[in-house]
């Protein structure tokens, strides 16, 4: 079912389109009707064409692939407003994840010209999209740092400081511990122990599908040294 709503308000909410003057997201949400997606629901897979740029109004849209031996890595998890997967949509590519619904999810799917007629027609798009791009790679160098830690403390540690950029000091995680350990490559009892550990040092506490962080010098401390 297509929802009726055809005004730019939601757009207004994600940041690229915020950029635009009122008559023009406007149009763009008349032709690009918001979707209701139920949780659960795949939006983009894997190996597919990435034909339309994803907009997250609402909702969390988790990001992951399957191995070759059929294990899950997850490689992290959105909360619109926001836009998905920008590179392979630009790239002309295909989808690098698969992503699917956390919890109820509205989206607008947007061709590829639309996105490509913005960056050309309006400088302070491409300057934006451009800022995110350079911001996600150095993300993603991050992660593979992190990824390369031995210790499962320094990740998790890593991890979470990384994460603490909202207005308090609540982190969701990802799929509960379960879904931690799949973005880290660690098993959820690894993620457990390395969260008592934190615990002890006064760093975090914990509660169930989060971690409220305490003192964020002992969680970059607790990273340096535990084992």
């Given at each position: 079912?297509?929802?009726?709503?055809?005004d730019g308000d939601g757009l207004a909410a994600v940041p690229l389109f915020a950029l635009l003057d009122?008559?023009?997201?406007?149009?763009?949400?008349?032709?690009?009707?918001?979707?209701?997606?139920?949780?659960?629901?795949?939006?983009?897979?894997?190996?597919?064409?990435?034909?339309n740029l994803i907009v997250l109004e609402r909702g969390t849209l988790t990001a992951g692939c399957h191995t070759v031996d059929g294990s899950l890595v997850r490689f992290g998890t959105?909360?619109?407003?926001?836009?998905?997967?920008?590179a392979s949509v630009l790239d002309g590519g295909r989808h690098t994840?698969?992503?699917?619904a956390a919890r109820?999810?509205?989206?607008?799917?947007?061709?590829?010209?639309?996105l490509r007629e913005l960056l050309h027609e309006l400088p302070v798009v491409r300057d934006h999209v451009l800022r995110q791009i350079a911001a996600q790679v150095n993300r993603d160098r991050r992660a593979r740092t992190r990824a390369a830690a031995p210790r499962p403390v320094a990740r998790v540690a890593d991890?979470?400081?990384?994460?603490?950029?909202?207005?308090?000091?609540r982190i969701a995680l990802p799929g509960?511990?379960?879904?931690?350990?799949?973005?880290?490559?660690?098993?959820?009892?690894?993620?457990?122990?390395?969260?008592?550990?934190?615990v002890q040092a006064g760093a975090v506490r914990t509660e169930p599908g989060a971690v409220v962080v305490l003192d964020p010098s002992r969680l970059a401390a607790a990273g340096a040294w535990a084992p």
């Open positions: 079912m297509i929802l009726a709503r055809v009122e008559p023009r997201r406007e149009r763009i949400a008349r032709r690009h009707p918001l979707r209701p997606v139920p949780a659960g629901q795949v939006v983009a897979r894997f190996g597919e064409p990435a034909r959105v909360t619109g407003p926001s836009l998905i997967d920008k994840a698969t992503w699917t109820v999810c509205r989206i607008r799917l947007l061709p590829t010209e639309v991890w979470l400081a990384e994460a603490l950029t909202g207005p308090g000091p509960g511990q379960q879904g931690l350990g799949e973005e880290l490559g660690l098993s959820r009892v690894t993620v457990n122990r390395a969260l008592r550990v934190l």
